[in-house]
């Protein structure tokens, strides 16, 4: 869409007249200047596409095009991502014997977890403003290990969920798989950029 609210796409669409500058995901990327924007589960928004797939199955990305001359934003780029690209990668990693990873955005919304999880959420407030570490914690009766990083390029943080009686390899083969997920998120952004 441009700065007159003018569009053009290959599948989405507006559903109604109203100009998509006034769009939270346009104001975003254009606050960003040039820096993307990932929008986790796109609800309430005045755009849609032919397949019209419920929020919860798709993430957007959004960027702000500038005139590299003049630095002048010309408009907004926004890319709709299915999340079952998410979903099947993540959906046969096992950590240990029942551990699994499951992905949260900035605000602490679930992005991504599997089906019948251990933990329905993950609360922001447990890890505070670290960017990565590992710590026990009994939730509902149970003990269970965790282990986070946030990804500096997404501010999503992928979490990996397991019993804290899983032996130290199965917890080194957990840092792998964290790590080389937040890494594959970080490469879909950019695939999608």
């Known amino acids: 869409a441009d700065r007159n609210g003018r569009y053009m796409s290959n599948d989405m669409y507006a559903r109604t007249g ?14 960003s200047r040039g820096i993307f924007t990932l929008i986790g589960h796109p609800v309430d928004r005045n755009v849609t596409t032919h397949t019209n797939y419920r929020p919860d199955e798709v993430i957007s990305v959004a ?11 010309k408009g907004v780029v926004l890319v709709g991502l299915k999340l079952r690209v998410i979903a099947e990668t993540a959906k046969d990693v096992r950590l240990g014997k029942t551990g699994y990873l499951m992905v949260i955005d900035d605000k602490g919304e679930n992005i991504y977890t599997p089906a019948n999880p251990i933990i329905d959420s993950f609360p922001l407030e447990w890890i505070g403003e ?9 939730v509902g009766g149970r003990s269970l290990q965790f282990i986070y990083l946030k990804s500096p390029f997404t501010n999503w943080t992928t979490v990996g ?16 798989y964290v790590v080389s997920f937040v890494f594959l998120i970080c490469m879909m952004g950019i695939t999608a950029s």
């Open 18 to 31: 109203d100009p998509l500058t006034e769009e939270n995901w346009f104001k975003q990327a254009v606050d």
């Open 63 to 73: 960027r702000a095009m500038l005139d590299p001359t003049t630095q002048e934003m």
């Open 130 to 138: 670290q960017f990565s570490g590992t710590f026990s914690k009994e």
């Open 161 to 176: 969920v397991f019993p804290t009686n899983e032996s130290a390899e199965e917890v080194r083969q957990i840092q792998f």
